[in-house]
Each structure stands twice: as C-alpha cells, then as structure tokens.
C-alpha cells in the first residue's frame, strides 16, 4: 500500500513538472510570436506539436491546462495552425504547407477560417499550382469574413494561374546559381558588379549582437573582404550601389530596437584609395519617422532611385527618384507616379541605362506570387505601364535586386529564395538568343537557293538587326537577343523578295520552316495576273478584280525597286480600234488601283495591246467561234521591266 502511494504521488510530481515544462515553452512561443519573432515562436511550437520531440523533451503531448487531456485536445487546434502560421510569416513556406494540411486533415480548419487561403499560398510558392487553384477558389467560395482576405486570396488565385502559364513555357533565358564567394550559406543578395570587383550583401551570425547582421562584401579572389570591419553598434548593412568610375558608394543601414527597424540611405567616397566615414542623405530623401531603402545610383552619378514608404506614395513602399548635386547629396525628391508604383510594395529599382527602363520588384502587379520583377520603359517624358519579366527571371517566390552585367548586355543578376526556405541567393541570368532558321528553294523548282540577302527588321522601327547573305546548304539562319516583333526579308537576284512577320512571342527558341521559298522571274517575260474581270465592254474593275490586283500591289512593296508594265488585252470581237481603246482603259484602271495602294506611278506603266497579242485561236481552223481561245485573249498582264 505505501509502496502504490508513492508511486502516485511520484506520478503526479512528475505531471506536474512537465505540465509547469510545458506552459514555459508555450508562453514563449506565444510572446515569440506576438513579438514578430516567427523563426523562435516556430521552434518552440514544434516541440509542442510534434509527438516524437514531446517525447524527447519528456513532456507528455496531452498535458496542456490543469494537466487536463480534454483542454491538451483543445489546445492541439491553436499549436497547429500557429506553428502553420510562424513558418509562413518568416517564409518557411515548405514547412508551413506541412501543417496546415494537417490543420484541415484534422478538420481543425473549421476553427480557423483562413487555412485555406494562406494553404494556398504555400501551395502556389511551392510549385503545386494546381492544388493552390483549388485551395483558393475554394477559399473564396466559402469564406464569409473580412473582404481584404478575399482580396489577398483573388491575388494569389491570380498569381498561381500566372506562373502555371510561366512555367509550361520554354524560357528564353538560363539560370543558374551565380559562382561567386559567400553564395552558398545565410543570405546573399544585392550583388553588383564595378571595374571587374563583385560587391554584394550577405548576413552571418554575430555573436556579440546574439542575432545574424547584414554587411557589404566586395569579393577579392576566392573570399570576401567585410566593408564595415568594425560594428560596435551591430547595425546592418546592406544594398551597395557604385557610381560608374567607383569613386562614390551609396548604401542601405538600418538598426532593430524594440521589435521596430529602421532603415536609411547613406552615401560615402572614395579619398586616397580608402573610403571616408559614411554620411546620411538629408531630409530629401531620409524624412523622419519614414524608412528609405535599395539606392541604385544611375552610370553618370547624377540620380538616385530608391524605394521609400514616406508620405506622398501610393501605399506601402514606393519607388522615388532624387536628383544629385555634386557632392553625392540629394537635390529633391520625385515619385516615380501610378504607372510604376502600386498599392502594395514596390522595392530595389535599377536603371538600365542602355534600354533606358526601370527594372524594379513589386506585390502590387500580376505576377507569380511574393516579389517579381518588373521593367518599365521611359518614353515621351512618362514611365510606360510595367511588364512582367517572366519566367524564369521571376519564380513563385520572392525575386528582387536586379542588375545587368556592365560588361556582357545579355547577362543579368537576381536574388531569389526560390530554392531556399529561409534566405535570398544571387543567380545568374544569361539571355539565350532567339535564332530564325530558314531552308530557302525555288517555288517553281524546289531546287536549294544560295547567295540570298536574309535581313531581320524591327517590325515597329523599320530598324535593320541583322543581315547574313551565306547559306549552308540553302539553310540560313539568324539570331538575335531582343525580343521585338521582327519581319524577316529575303531577297535573290532574278526572284521576287518574300517579307515574313515572326511573333516575338514564340515560346521556342528557334523559328524552323522548310516551306519559304521564292518566285523566280524573267525581265519583259509577262505573268498573268488570274481573275481580273471587267463587265461587258466597260473597265470598270469588278470587286474580284481588286482582290487579284492586291497580289501586284504586295510584290511591288516587297521588291520597292521593281517598275511593272500593265497590259491589258482583248479578243477579236468588235473593231481593232474598239478594242484598242478598251484595253488601254482597262490597263488604265488597273494601274490607278494600284496607285491608290500607295505605289508610286513612276514604277508603273500601263498598256493596252486590243487584240494584236493573242496567245490562243479566236476561231476554230473551219471558221467556227473558239469561245475557249477567246477567254484566254482576254489577259490581264504584268511585266518586270527591271529595277
């Protein structure tokens, strides 16, 4: 009997003790969580969650409030979706799926309305679109709540559909993981590139400050090298942008205190090789109780873009332009207006100033869900409406600090955490060029034609892009970087040119046709142009008529050099001088058609020939009508009389 008292009292002890164990590790998982500290609230949950590390930690999984099962039950529904929730809200999107699923495996969901919605989500930055589809638009269906959750969960339906279409098509651009020092542990991004140096942001541990810092690396060799050596006020530093000769460096440092960030721009110079103190950009751009971020300084050192939540934006961070004076410091500050920014987050401009466009991250446009970027082009004095830069450029996670190489035009940097579950990467994006391959023959032949001109023209500009003029076997081929709407001509001399419109939007990288061929002709040999009618006696050119003289009308603007005769011809019936005057009327007529087509009547001639050219018999051999020859006798003509 004593011996079972013990045992009992020893029981409820150790209950006890794992019960008081047990609300420890809860109400620092709640006060992690309630304090934005999602990474510690995660690992403190999932001791909570998890059964086999209850265990580990001797805690049993059904002590919860007054060492009650019942109230551990009702407790397992909150530990659940608030381990699903830390992980989504410090982008641990793998992990965070994991759980709400089990949240609506357990119909726990019923409890938490918004499950589906952020499931999706998870879904959708994690590739499984289809799922995310049908999570979301179950979501909106049932959901009764808030609308801004209807919103989010419409955006992100958006967003998945997007980047499935993203992903089904071949990319016209690689991607791989940029080789550089300190791009494989922690986060590293923000990289650019000044006279052959690499400079670029990573984060590491620091043990004083107890927390991961953000510094500016510039690469020398196999390592990196700390731009801010000494930290005694364990700031972070991030985001460096370089004036073109590398003489000024512009930078993002920001401080954490009370569960607040803030974040300024700073600017410093290069001074006998060796970098002076860093100076803060004044109230410009830096306004108080705002936070300005992400300066990218354009080649000639004399703007600045950067992205700020200051007042005057359109919601969330902007992106600002200011003008600078000669020594580095902002002259004004401008909103870049509606077309670039959105009602959400815009973030890490970059100016391309060789394509003169913005490129630049944003929530707020259709995109593939988190960060994508964007480009927009200046023209006529306004930033015209952004474009997605696709895939895979963009990913269905967060992409950002885009810069291209000062070097090779079609090369490009990103940072991504599209293959993370933590922490941004730097990738290298390398243009693949767009090749339009062609197999030339002779229409009338099929014979292999060489020594043809094959020149790629911007279809909107009329710009020459390239011309190649040798063939392998027939075969031409062209290649280009840009993705314009392009004509293709081809030319041959004895053979009318051929012009064909290519889609900049093909989806695959090479064009291939074996169907392209050309039209041989022959200077003062006459071809009949089929289907020209006129009524009885009259040259008035009938509706079909017009239709046949289009086909004129398209050779002489694809072969501007050409001049034409226009002949016109008649049978036999009525008088020789009748007829005459018939055919030159008619010829006549063709030839104005022509013109008001737009071709110039200096390369036009018209004829009529009456019936002194007949090319079949009016009348049979025993007298009698040949209604067949007559039919052929009435001719319309046109002849190359040359260049």
Same mark, same amino acid.
């Given at each position: 009997?004593?011996?079972?008292?013990?045992?009992?009292?020893?029981?409820?002890?150790?209950?006890?003790?794992?019960?008081?164990?047990?609300?420890?590790?809860?109400?620092?998982?709640?006060?992690?969580?309630?304090?934005?500290?999602?990474?510690?609230?995660?690992?403190?949950?999932?001791?909570?969650?998890?059964?086999?590390?209850?265990?580990?930690?001797?805690?049993?999984?059904?002590?919860?409030?007054?060492?009650?099962?019942?109230?551990?039950?009702?407790?397992?529904?909150?530990?659940?979706?608030?381990?699903?929730?830390?992980?989504?809200?410090?982008?641990?999107?793998?992990?965070?799926?994991?759980?709400?699923?089990?949240?609506?495996?357990?119909?726990?969901?019923?409890?938490?309305?918004?499950?589906?919605?952020?499931?999706?989500?998870?879904?959708?930055?994690?590739?499984?679109?289809?799922?995310?589809?049908?999570?979301?638009?179950?979501?909106?269906?049932?959901?009764?709540?808030?609308?801004?959750?209807?919103?989010?969960?419409?955006?992100?339906?958006?967003?998945?559909?997007?980047?499935?279409?993203?992903?089904?098509?071949?990319?016209?651009?690689?991607?791989?993981?940029?080789?550089?020092?300190?791009?494989?542990?922690?986060?590293?991004?923000?990289?650019?590139?000044?006279?052959?140096?690499?400079?670029?942001?990573?984060?590491?541990?620091?043990?004083?400050?107890?927390?991961?810092?953000?510094?500016?690396?510039?690469?020398?060799?196999?390592?990196?090298?700390?731009?801010?050596?000494?930290?005694?006020?364990?700031?972070?530093?991030?985001?460096?942008?370089?004036?073109?000769?590398?003489?000024?460096?512009?930078?993002?440092?920001?401080?954490?205190?009370?569960?607040?960030?803030?974040?300024?721009?700073?600017?410093?110079?290069?001074?006998?090789?060796?970098?002076?103190?860093?100076?803060?950009?004044?109230?410009?751009?830096?306004?108080?109780?705002?936070?300005?971020?992400?300066?990218?300084?354009?080649?000639?050192?004399?703007?600045?873009?950067?992205?700020?939540?200051?007042?005057?934006?359109?919601?969330? +961070?902007?992106?600002?332009?200011?003008?600078?004076?000669?020594?580095?410091?902002?002259?004004?500050?401008?909103?870049?207006?509606?077309?670039?920014?959105?009602?959400?987050?815009?973030?890490?401009?970059?100016?391309?100033?060789?394509?003169?466009?913005?490129?630049?991250?944003?929530?707020?446009?259709?995109?593939?869900?988190?960060?994508?970027?964007?480009?927009?082009?200046?023209?006529?004095?306004?930033?015209?409406?952004p474009k997605n830069l696709g895939y895979p450029a963009n990913s269905?996670?967060?992409?950002?600090?885009?810069?291209?190489?000062?070097?090779?035009?079609?090369?490009?940097?990103?940072?991504?955490?599209?293959?993370?579950?933590?922490?941004?990467?730097?990738?290298?994006?390398?243009?693949?060029?767009?090749?339009?391959?062609?197999?030339?023959?002779?229409?009338?032949?099929?014979?292999?034609?060489?020594?043809?001109?094959?020149?790629?023209?911007?279809?909107?500009?009329?710009?020459?892009?390239?011309?190649?003029?040798?063939?392998?076997?027939?075969?031409?081929?062209?290649?280009?970087?840009?993705?314009?709407?392009?004509?293709?001509?081809?030319?041959?001399?004895?053979?009318?040119?051929?012009?064909?419109?290519?889609?900049?939007?093909?989806?695959?990288?090479?064009?291939?046709?074996?169907?392209?061929?050309?039209?041989?002709? +022959?200077?003062?040999?006459?071809i009949a142009i089929k289907n020209i009618l006129y009524n009885y006696?009259?040259?008035?050119?009938?509706?079909?008529?017009?239709?046949?003289?289009?086909?004129?009308?398209?050779?002489?603007?694809?072969?501007?050099?050409?001049?034409?005769?226009?002949?016109?011809?008649?049978?036999?019936?009525?008088?020789?001088?009748?007829?005459?005057?018939?055919?030159?009327?008619?010829?006549?007529?063709?030839?104005?058609?022509?013109?008001?087509?737009?071709?110039?009547?200096?390369?036009?001639?018209?004829?009529?020939?009456?019936?002194?050219?007949?090319?079949?018999?009016?009348?049979?051999?025993?007298?009698?009508?040949?209604?067949?020859?007559?039919?052929?006798?009435?001719?319309?003509?046109?002849?190359?009389?040359?260049?």
């Amino acid at each position: 009997m004593r011996s079972t008292l013990l045992t009992l009292v020893a029981v409820f002890i150790f209950k006890g003790v794992f019960a008081q164990q047990y609300r420890e590790i809860k109400n620092l998982a709640d006060k992690d969580f309630d304090e934005g500290k999602y990474f510690e609230a995660a690992y403190q949950y999932e001791k909570l969650a998890d059964s086999s590390k209850a265990i580990n930690l001797a805690i049993p999984t059904y002590v919860g409030r007054n060492q009650s099962p019942k109230r551990a039950r009702e407790e397992r529904p909150f530990i659940y979706y608030r381990l699903a929730e830390s992980y989504r809200l410090y982008q641990n999107y793998r992990l965070a799926e994991n759980w709400y699923a089990r949240v609506i495996g357990a119909n726990y969901d019923a409890d938490y309305p918004l499950t589906r919605l952020w499931y999706g989500l998870c879904l959708r930055a994690n590739e499984r679109f289809d799922e995310a589809i049908t999570q979301l638009r179950s979501f909106m269906a049932d959901y009764k709540g808030d609308a801004k959750y209807k919103t989010i969960a419409g955006r992100e339906l958006s967003a998945a559909l997007y980047a499935k279409q993203q992903y089904a098509a071949t990319p016209l651009t690689s991607i791989d993981k940029a080789n550089i020092a300190v791009n494989n542990a922690g986060g590293n991004y923000a990289m650019v590139k000044n006279n052959g140096e690499v400079w670029l942001t990573s984060t590491a541990y620091h043990q004083q400050a107890k927390r991961s810092l953000n510094n500016i690396y510039r690469q020398q060799g196999d390592s990196a090298v700390a731009f801010v050596a000494a930290n005694s006020n364990y700031a972070d530093y991030g985001t460096p942008s370089l004036s073109k000769n590398g003489g000024r460096l512009y930078l993002t440092a920001w401080h954490k205190a009370n569960g607040k960030t803030s974040l300024a721009i700073y600017y410093t110079v290069k001074l006998n090789n060796r970098w002076a103190a860093i100076k803060r950009l004044n109230k410009n751009v830096n306004t108080d109780n705002a936070n300005a971020m992400q300066p990218r300084v354009t080649d000639d050192g004399k703007r600045l873009y950067y992205a700020s939540d200051k007042p005057g934006g359109f919601g969330g +961070t902007d992106i600002w332009m200011s003008d600078l004076d000669d020594n580095g410091d902002a002259i004004n500050s401008v909103n870049l207006g509606r077309q670039v920014n959105s009602a959400d987050d815009e973030q890490a401009p970059f100016f391309d100033s060789l394509k003169n466009r913005l490129v630049y991250s944003s929530k707020g446009f259709t995109g593939m869900g988190g960060f994508d970027l964007f480009e927009s082009y200046y023209s006529g004095n306004q930033w015209l409406a952004p474009k997605n830069l696709g895939y895979p450029a963009n990913s269905s996670k967060d992409d950002l600090y885009y810069f291209a190489d000062p070097i090779d035009a079609h090369r490009a940097y990103i940072s991504s955490d599209r293959q993370s579950d933590c922490c941004l990467a730097i990738y290298e994006l390398n243009e693949q060029p767009f090749v339009i391959r062609i197999n030339l023959t002779a229409c009338n032949s099929g014979s292999i034609l060489h020594d043809a001109t094959v020149t790629l023209i911007d279809a909107d500009t009329k710009r020459v892009i390239r011309t190649i003029e040798q063939s392998v076997n027939g075969s031409y081929a062209v290649s280009t970087y840009d993705r314009y709407n392009y004509l293709l001509r081809i030319e041959k001399a004895g053979y009318l040119a051929k012009t064909l419109p290519i889609n900049s939007k093909l989806t695959t990288n090479t064009l291939y046709s074996s169907e392209i061929c050309l039209d041989g002709y +022959t200077v003062n040999k006459p071809i009949a142009i089929k289907n020209i009618l006129y009524n009885y006696s009259t040259a008035t050119l009938r509706p079909e008529s017009k239709i046949a003289l289009d086909t004129v009308v398209a050779i002489l603007n694809e072969n501007p050099m050409l001049k034409i005769e226009l002949a016109a011809h008649t049978d036999s019936v009525g008088t020789n001088a009748a007829n005459l005057k018939l055919s030159q009327l008619r010829a006549n007529a063709c030839v104005e058609y022509i013109i008001s087509k737009g071709i110039d009547r200096k390369r036009l001639y018209a004829k009529g020939y009456g019936e002194s050219k007949p090319v079949a018999p009016n009348s049979l051999p025993n007298g009698a009508d040949n209604p067949e020859g007559r039919q052929l006798n009435r001719r319309t003509e046109f002849t190359i009389l040359g260049k």
